[in-house]
């Protein structure tokens, strides 16, 4: 039978149709959309079924529901409570099975299943609790290491490690089969001011985390093993930084070979790109793809008058024509001509020294003879720059947040400042050279350094890039046009400067929509569906569920003819049945089943249903 055919049947007959069983029994594949309109069936018939709340049951308050975690078949829901317990229910009776009061010494904040029946849970307490279904009188073990709220916990099935990441910007990993006096084996693999969330993709290959300073970071090929070693040192806001500035900062620059599409494990790529009308600020919460494909992700925009929820592709792209731009910055004006002179010698590299805080005092620059008023003018500019000054003031978005998003958020601003001194610096120093005064750049850069602390790092040996398709069409930075002192042309090539880039990054926007702005300072945490054709995202005292098109498609079929981003369609009507404002959800990973959770306390199961609501 034709597709015509087809189609006309799957537009006579419903997704239960006798002739679609009939033909289900005899083995004839399923009719093109037969999956989609199956989907757009179920979804768009959710209806609330039952409902849970302390009060209801005569238990103690729980507080906010501020996570909600199925187990690997289905049959158990966990919910993460606010006032320090957890909650344990029947998936398919809503009954409530168990309760864990006092599970942590504040409130709890995630759930993650490691297997049938163990799962683990994190908590504002700065610890990890370890759980197993079967008893849970007492926890299997606590874990520290986190020095503030812990937010999130993955799991890589392929290397057996569990992965945390918390308000202290730090990811720690550790063994659950290794065992200690005190503690399991953990290590800090990463290091990120800002650090909101960090999720794992299904398969452990790729690792997504987001921040407060509006960007995604995806870690391609990841091996946890070496992470830490390959890191180590990176600061993600500061490479950002050089990348809208467009000016070159040498700390940042040394870690340009992260980019590199070449690279076979732990190679970084940035995500940036937001709708029109969309200046993200705080990335509170993000979701992987069940298949790994696409990253869901919630923001709230720098004026903290509108939330966005958005879907990005970061599916890793292995073609040299499709890896990062790499662009230089703009070359430092030529000075006027003059009568040539000796070069300046070239002192040996400095090693880096850490930043000192911004509290720092600012020496005095000695008078010197021969000292021009342009030189005391820039120095005196120089000062204004790096003089002590109350830190920047935290986004609007973040200061609301403080009590859910964290206690105390001034060490984003760090390393943004470190790199803020060295742009000005370094525009400096260009415009003494083209005025003519170069002669004096090497000893104004040194004061600097010394002064904020930021000082050239010493020259890495880097392999030599090969001639491909991506870098024969990119020029390298030399010293000379990054605002560092020129010289002479050295006869040895082993010996010359190394080459920095400033990468660009690629556009990764599929899809997006706006939000309401309720509820400022808590997250809330939206989902995909155990197919990944639909989200589920809290709107208001209720949710909405939402779809890439209006036939509820896979996101493979809905991206073969991209053409930009297009905002998502809302499959139903937004389903508003709590008393207060909704901060979690999940889909079961087995059953058409949704869940959602609110301040208040409520739990709310929604279930496709034909008829009367027993709700």
């Not at 690279?263 to 940036?272: G, L, V």
């Not at 040299?320 to 002192?347: D, F, G």
């Not at 008078?367 to 120095?379: D, F, I, M, V, Y």
Request: some cysteine.
């Amino acid at each position: 039978m034709g597709n015509k055919d087809d189609s006309v049947f799957l537009a006579k007959y419903s997704a239960f149709s006798p002739y679609r069983l009939f033909r289900r029994e005899v083995g004839f594949a399923p009719p093109l959309g037969a999956g989609d309109a199956l989907a757009r069936s179920l979804y768009c018939g959710m209806k609330p079924i039952a409902s849970w709340s302390s009060e209801d049951s005569n238990a103690l308050p729980t507080g906010g529901v501020f996570n909600l975690e199925f187990s690997p078949d289905g049959s158990l829901l966990v919910a993460a409570c606010e006032k320090k317990s957890i909650q344990i229910f029947d998936s398919l009776t809503h009954q409530r099975i168990h309760t864990v009061n006092g599970a942590h010494s504040d409130c709890v904040n995630c759930v993650k299943f490691l297997d049938g029946r163990m799962f683990a849970t994190c908590s504002d307490d700065t610890t990890i609790a370890l759980w197993d279904v079967r008893n849970l009188k007492k926890k299997i073990c606590s874990l520290l290491g986190h020095s503030n709220w812990v937010k999130n916990i993955e799991f890589s099935m392929k290397d057996k490690l569990l992965v945390t990441s918390g308000l202290d910007g730090s990811i720690y990993t550790w063994d659950i089969n290794s065992y200690s006096e005190c503690n399991l084996v953990y290590q800090r693999v990463f290091h990120a001011s800002g650090l909101m969330r960090c999720r794992l993709s299904p398969d452990a290959r790729q690792m997504v985390m987001c921040t407060t300073r509006g960007l995604l970071v995806i870690v391609h090929d990841l091996n946890l093993t070496t992470l830490a070693q390959d890191l180590h040192g990176f600061k993600p806001n500061m490479y950002r930084l050089m990348q809208t500035s467009n000016q070159l900062i040498p700390i940042a620059a040394q870690y340009d070979h992260l980019f590199d599409a070449k690279r076979s494990q732990n190679r970084i790529e940035f995500i940036c790109d937001f709708p029109e009308g969309n200046d993200a600020e705080v990335v509170s919460a993000l979701q992987i793809h069940p298949l790994g494909w696409s990253a869901l992700s919630r923001n709230i925009s720098h004026d903290d008058r509108s939330e966005w929820s958005c879907i990005h592709d970061i599916q890793p792209v292995c073609s040299a024509r499709h890896s990062a731009v790499r662009s230089p910055p703009p070359a430092a004006a030529a000075p006027p001509a003059r009568r040539a002179r000796r070069p300046p010698r070239r002192p040996r590299p400095r090693p880096y020294r850490q930043p000192r805080p911004q509290a720092t005092v600012t020496p005095a620059l000695p008078e010197q003879p021969g000292t021009s008023a342009l030189s005391r003018r820039a120095w005196a500019e120089h000062r204004a720059a790096a003089a002590p000054r109350a830190p920047a003031a935290v986004p609007p978005a973040a200061r609301v947040s403080e009590p859910r998003l964290g206690g105390d958020l001034s060490s984003v601003q760090n390393d943004v400042w470190e790199a803020s001194i060295t742009i000005k610096q370094h525009r400096m120093l260009q415009e003494l050279a083209g005025r003519g005064q170069g002669h004096r750049n090497f000893n104004m850069q040194r004061i600097m350094g010394i002064n904020t602390g930021i000082a050239p790092p010493a020259a890495r040996a880097r392999p030599r890039a090969r001639a491909d398709e991506d870098q024969q069409s990119i020029s390298p930075i030399s010293p000379s046009t990054s605002g560092q002192t020129p010289r002479a042309a050295s006869p040895e090539p082993e010996r010359e400067a190394t080459k920095h880039y400033i990468r660009q990054n690629r556009d990764r926007l599929l899809y997006y929509v706006e939000e309401t702005n309720e509820g400022k300072g808590f997250i809330k945490e939206l989902c995909y569906s155990a197919d990944g054709r639909l989200v589920c995202s809290p709107f208001g005292c209720g949710m909405r569920l939402l779809a890439l098109d209006g036939r509820c498609g896979e996101l493979s079929r809905c991206v073969e003819n991209f053409t930009g981003p297009r905002p998502m369609v809302d499959v139903g009507q937004s389903l508003g049945h709590h008393q207060d404002l909704v901060v979690s959800c999940k889909f079961s990973p087995r059953f058409h089943m949704l869940v959602t959770g609110c301040l208040e306390g409520k739990i709310v199961w929604y279930e496709p249903f034909s008829g009367e609501t027993m709700y």
